[in-house]
């Protein structure tokens, strides 16, 4: 194996010093000049009509810039389809925005909302996402609202299916394929039921959403946001509004996928800058990040899996039914991708009839969250087929590796197309992994608790997830030499997981230099080409793919300018330590400095094209400790697993791996939910007292395997990134290990809290 | 009425004055509001709101305090230390757990560190050598929503097995 010099090296992040002195900055840490607070009024109703709204004494209110209701806010429209309004008089969730305040205080814009006098007519709501599509349920858009995609229109609370994923091509909602009939008669073993993951879920960060919007002219404007794809935050918007946007994204407080593209807020905030003609900065409460911006998707799976005896699936049909709250940001990839990474790790199954419907309700709107439907879908669906596999008696690590796509096999991504590699296996990580959880030693038979002591019974769960998306879309780089410096410019934001090390390491790895003498430049559309964002693990490919690329494109330029000078072929010298020298007679050399001197750039530039053809992989092993008396279940022992062809940062993978408990992931299983309160229509854990996150004394031990093997991926090294599925695998695992730890009690509904576990227990 | 306030914050003195009129610190303004949009110390940080998750925390005589839930104008007299004036502010050297903290990579988004920080340093002034179970505790009103407990918690044990205390 190649020995790197950075690569696979623990190095310490560039921005580590600030980060521990305080000196980071995040949006809310900058001084934006002569910045107005922007300030939200929130429909206190699930569902209303607006009769009246008088926003009279709020401007008048010395300070207060202007007041934005739908009367005057740009008939704007975001989600999928567009449908989502600025404001609308229909007001459709406990939360939806009734007006917003810009003045010089954040005080004074508060006081200026109790000025704002409406009159509501309440209306029926509906929060189910099966009530929702019950003939004769309150209906959370109109015909006049007028929503359509490719020839579907909106109707009985459902969204138009499809998204921009499929390009022209149709909707990709449904997966059917072969003969499930057939498919049942040849199976000797077949489940039916419902599995609810259906409680909503916040998986937000420490720093809440912010959007901060300046317009420089007609059609100029500058947005800071905390966003991991500052492209994903202009691009869509500057479209609908027909003007350019450059995105500013410093140090992100956290994200998780959920502030990927901001879209509602940064369209909010736009609008209210637009309307009130002044510099706005809106920065969330946690409040208001619990009780109103975008959520994960939640869902409830009704279907029925055949299997055979010796353990391959037969057929899979079903009903996906996913609650999208009030509207959509992208609610229709997920169920792509969802379909996508349930037919990966199902991919044996040749008889498929699974259809999804995409549903609104008076809750809360969802957003973007890592996992990204496969986690949501796989939560149920993985968890009905455990009935099958108990019948059978064969344990899940066999089962899935029976039935999980190999090398060469075709799996569904989110076009809905057919898509393929013919290199990458998982088999091998599937044996590693098992045994260093100590899998068979644990595993004691469906139903059966790993041990019990006392009145704490343990059990163990495993399961698996995969995503087509390790090299989606495209990204473009370039790099700059100049003097000593090496200048990267990708348009990748530090949200936690390392990547602008990684860029940094790329850049030096290939130049052969110190890692100090690269300086990756700021996440700022404005001065960094294209690229999708932090989405679905792909930057590892496509930045490290683009930057890497372009980093030898430099050196080439490089070596070819020195050549002139030194008088030689340029394939006859190499570049180390800023020094370019014969490969031949390393004394025969030539300082950078003297190439490219003060006031001279040598730039490469990269890109990498997208493709759907490199499937990741994570596996979940873990064991969970119930207390048979109190119902509380707790992780003991986790394991995350994976082969990501080559480590780039040793440290930051291993806590990628560890942050899959959190932010919406394993911890889904049993910790975290919101509790809705169905006769006001608003969610009661609404803070983070009452919506608790894993806490440092509650820690299981946590362990990883991760192999190497070097994949033809577009990564220089031969790497696929994981980040976006660590946790993804997690709910049905920790779901499978209570149901073995409490001796096989059926709990078909998410998370399993303690009262879930007491009822199935019969001790409530 | 007003009346002066004296702050000690980071080893400098701030003098203000508590009253409503433009410039003087109302009674309602909490202690991370004037840090951090009065004097410019933004390494505190506004999460919660509530006290619930560390974010803001600083040290108050030593002890850690969550910042946004603690009156500016009850603070007259108090040694105020934030995150930024832990380091040397003379030579630039870092606490040793800010150290510990670089040296670990114990951290990922960052926006929880400076308040967990904090918290570890009040742990060590009550307690210079504490079990991995008191660390745990004392960290258990600190959120760190990406999981980097793993790693704080070595970059904990790390500094008491190389100190005196070992």
Not at chain 1, 536 to 544: K, Y
Request: net charge negative.
């Amino acid at each position: 194996m190649t020995e790197y010099r950075h690569i696979g090296k623990v190095r310490r992040r560039q921005d580590g010093r600030a980060i521990v002195t305080g000196k980071a900055i995040y949006c809310d840490d900058i001084k934006i000049k002569d910045v107005h607070y922007a300030k939200v009024l929130h429909s206190p109703y699930p569902h209303a009509q607006i009769i009246s709204i008088d926003t009279s004494a709020a401007e008048a209110l010395p300070g207060v810039k202007g007041v934005m209701t739908y009367k005057n806010a740009p008939a704007w429209k975001t989600g999928v389809p567009f449908h989502r309004p600025v404001m609308d008089r229909h007001v459709r969730y406990t939360g939806d925005p009734v007006a917003a305040v810009a003045a010089v205080s954040p005080e004074i814009a508060e006081e200026a909302l109790d000025l704002i006098k409406v009159e509501y007519e309440q209306l029926p709501a509906v929060y189910d996402v099966e009530d929702a599509i019950l003939p004769g349920a309150p209906e959370v858009y109109r015909e006049e609202d007028n929503i359509e995609s490719k020839g579907y229109r909106y109707e009985n609370n459902c969204l138009p299916p499809g998204s921009w994923f499929e390009g022209d091509d149709p909707p990709f909602y449904r997966i059917q394929e072969g003969d499930v009939e057939k498919g049942f008669a040849e199976s000797d073993v077949i489940v039916e039921g419902k599995v609810s993951y259906d409680k909503p879920t916040f998986p937000g960060a420490p720093e809440s959403p912010f959007i901060a919007a300046r317009w420089e002219d007609d059609t100029h404007i500058t947005v800071w946001a905390p966003s991991q794809g500052p492209n994903m935050v202009a691009r869509p918007l500057a479209a609908t509004i027909g003007a350019h946007i450059f995105t500013t994204t410093p140090n992100v407080g956290g994200s998780y996928g959920n502030k990927d593209a901001l879209g509602y807020t940064a369209m909010l905030i736009v609008a209210l800058s637009k309307v009130t003609r002044c510099t706005v900065k809106y920065a969330m409460t946690k409040e208001e990040h619990l009780l109103v911006y975008e959520r994960r998707l939640s869902n409830k799976f009704i279907g029925k899996i055949g299997i055979t005896r010796d353990g391959h699936m037969k057929a899979l049909q079903g009903d996906w039914l996913v609650s999208t709250g009030i509207s959509s940001e992208l609610t229709q990839g997920q169920v792509a991708e969802g379909l996508g990474e349930l037919n990966l790790v199902l991919n044996k199954n040749p008889n498929w009839d699974i259809t999804a419907k995409v549903v609104v309700s008076n809750i809360t709107p969802v957003g973007i969250a890592r996992g990204f439907g496969g986690q949501e879908l796989k939560a149920c669906a993985l968890h009905l087929l455990n009935r099958a596999l108990k019948q059978i008696d064969m344990d899940p690590v066999t089962f899935f590796k029976k039935n999980f796509c190999q090398a060469g096999d075709q799996y569904y991504w989110r076009t809905g197309h057919k898509y393929s590699n013919p290199v990458i296996n998982y088999d091998k990580c599937f044996d590693v992994a098992a045994e260093k959880f100590g899998w068979y030693k644990k595993w004691k038979g469906w139903g059966v608790p790993s041990r019990v002591e006392g009145s704490k019974a343990y059990g163990v769960g495993f399961s698996i997830h995969s995503s087509g998306d390790p090299q989606s879309d495209e990204t473009f780089a370039y790099v700059r030499l100049e003097n000593d410096q090496v200048i990267v410019h990708c348009v990748v934001s530090e949200f936690g997981n390392g990547q602008r090390l990684a860029l940094a390491k790329t850049a030096a790895e290939i130049l052969n230099i110190p890692v100090e003498n690269v300086t990756v430049a700021p996440a700022d559309n404005g001065i960094t080409p294209a690229d999708f964002g932090a989405a679905g693990s792909r930057e590892t490919i496509t930045a490290g793919g683009a930057v890497g690329q372009a980093a030898m494109a430099a050196k080439k330029k490089l070596l070819e300018e020195a050549a002139v000078k030194m008088g030689c072929a340029p394939d006859e010298l190499d570049t180390r330590d800023l020094v370019v020298f014969k490969k031949e007679d390393p004394s025969v050399s030539l300082p950078w400095m003297a190439i490219c001197p003060m006031y001279y750039s040598i730039t490469g530039q990269g890109m990498v094209e997208g493709d759907f053809n490199h499937n990741n992989c994570v596996m979940n092993f873990v064991e969970v400790e119930v207390d048979l008396d109190t119902g509380v279940a707790k992780i003991v022992d986790a394991l995350g697993a994976s082969d990501v062809g080559q480590i780039i940062n040793p440290i930051e993978l291993k806590m990628q791996f560890e942050g899959g408990l959190g932010s919406a992931g394993m911890d889904t299983a049993h910790l975290e939910e919101y509790v809705l309160d169905t006769n006001i229509g608003r969610f009661m854990t609404h803070n983070l007292i009452d919506y608790k996150w894993r806490t440092f004394n509650n820690l299981p031990s946590f362990d990883t395997s991760i192999l190497e093997s070097r994949f033809p991926t577009a990564n220089p090294f031969g790497a696929i990134g994981i980040g976006e599925i660590t946790g993804a695998g997690g709910p049905p695992a920790v779901m499978m290990a209570i149901e073995n730890a409490i001796g096989g009690a059926q709990i078909d509904e998410y998370p399993a809290n303690p009262a879930r576990i007491l009822k199935a227990l019969g001790k409530a | 009425m007003s009346r002066d306030l004296t702050l000690h914050i980071n080893g400098d003195t701030y003098e203000f004055t508590i009253g409503r009129r433009l410039g003087q610190i109302p009674e309602s303004e909490t202690l991370l509001e004037t840090l951090r949009e009065r004097i410019g110390l933004t390494g505190s940080k506004m999460s919660c709101g509530q006290g619930a998750c560390g974010c803001c925390a600083v040290l108050m005589d030593g002890k850690a305090v969550a910042s946004c839930i603690t009156l500016t104008a009850e603070c007259q007299g108090k040694e105020i230390v934030t995150i930024e004036g832990l380091g040397n502010p003379e030579t630039g050297e870092l606490d040793p757990i800010q150290e510990a903290f670089l040296e670990h990579n114990a951290f990922q988004c960052g926006f929880c560190t400076p308040g967990i920080i904090i918290a570890v340093k009040s742990l060590l002034n009550a307690n210079p050598n504490p079990t991995e179970a008191e660390i745990k505790e004392a960290l258990s009103g600190n959120y760190c929503r990406c999981i980097s407990h793993f790693q704080v918690i070595e970059a904990v044990k790390s500094i008491l097995k190389g100190g005196e205390a070992g």
